[in-house]
């Protein structure tokens, strides 16, 4: 369904020196800076597959994800998405594929919701039954019955984003890109959105590729992962099998008598750390190492040679944690994608 093969991006940046001076010397010689915000990446998506796109801040997802809808055309390399080239033929690759992008919306402002909705049905030449069915089936799945007659711009966050939802799925397109759907939304709105996109995904068989910072997201959507950093793809495979192939890290959680001044003994300090904390509790810490350096047995000795432990539990390693751990530490030079395969 979708195929990229060597894709780059480089952007022109036009540099100018500091003060007036700078600003009049770039009237007469433009200075460029290239920066490359992808770098010759390869990966292929089949129908259907739910993938989650993900990196650090500025790692080159969007310009990726622009470049599969057709609104960046790229600098070198090739991309299909349903055998079409989404640069050179926009109009024909937009009837395909639905989009949630952020804050922005493609519904209308000052419009009620039902009334953009039949506005993209034309769009769409969506067939009127079809249009029908698809309709009650979303505001059933996502309760919308209430919202359809207000207008975008009286709705909440969480209201708006199901809405939106709807919008991208409305014309059962073959591919949805989804941009951070469930930020900044209660817990029981995040439930009914995944629900929504697994659902979407089961009965049409629509491919959905997620980009988002929540990992929880992707645990619960996705079957697939990408990883992208600095431009350049550095895992490319399951999500079982990433946690297997880091599955040497562990977390220990410590409920302690008194946290507030907790620091890892001598003994850890290279082999441990102290993980950040979810949430204040002056009598919680957790503490993650690699069974590679130490054993669980013995982190949990030392500790408890050095504080009054109350209670404690083994973790399985979350996904947040392996991701920042390849985010952060740069082990792109351990993960190489092809060695994953
Ligand atoms: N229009 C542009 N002109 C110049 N540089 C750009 C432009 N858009 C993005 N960049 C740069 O390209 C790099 C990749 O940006 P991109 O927006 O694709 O990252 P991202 O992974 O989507 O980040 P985020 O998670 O913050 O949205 C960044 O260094 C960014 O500053």
Known sequence: MINVQNLSKHYKIAKRDPGLRGAIKSLLYRKYEIKEAVKGIDFQIEAGEMVGY???NGAGKSTTIKMLTGILTPTSG???????????????????????????????????VRESYELLKH???????????TLAEFVEVLHLEPLLGIPVRQL????????ELAA?????????????????????????????IKQMNARYG?????????????????????????????????IDRIKSQFGDKRVIHFELENASHFTLPGRLVHDAEILPKEEEDPHKVSITFSSKDITGAEV??????????????IADPKIETIVE????????????HEEVF
């Open 78 to 112: 090739e991309v299909k998405v349903n055998g079409i080239i989404p640069y050179e033929n926009r109009q024909k690759n937009a009837s395909h594929i639905g989009a949630v992008f952020g804050q922005r919306t493609q519904l209308f402002w000052d419009i009620p």
């Open 123 to 133: 769009i769409y030449e969506i067939p009127q039954k079809q249009y029908e069915e």
């Open 54 to 56: 993900i990196g650090a």
């Open 300 to 313: 949990i000795s030392i500790i408890m040679n050095h504080y009054p432990v109350v209670d404690l539990t």
């Open 156 to 163: 909440s966050l969480g209201q708006k984003m199901r809405c």
């Open 168 to 196: 991208a799925f409305l014309h059962r397109p073959k591919v949805v890109y989804l941009d951070e759907p469930t930020i900044g939304l209660d817990v029981a709105v995040k439930v009914r959105i995944r629900n929504f």
């Open 206 to 238: 629509t491919t959905v590729i997620l980009t988002t910072h929540d990992m929880q997201d992707i645990e619960e959507i996705c079957q697939r992962i990408i990883i992208i950093d600095d431009g350049t793809v550095i895992y490319d495979g399951s």
């Open 325 to 336: 751990e390849i985010y952060g530490k740069g082990m792109k030079k351990e993960v190489r």
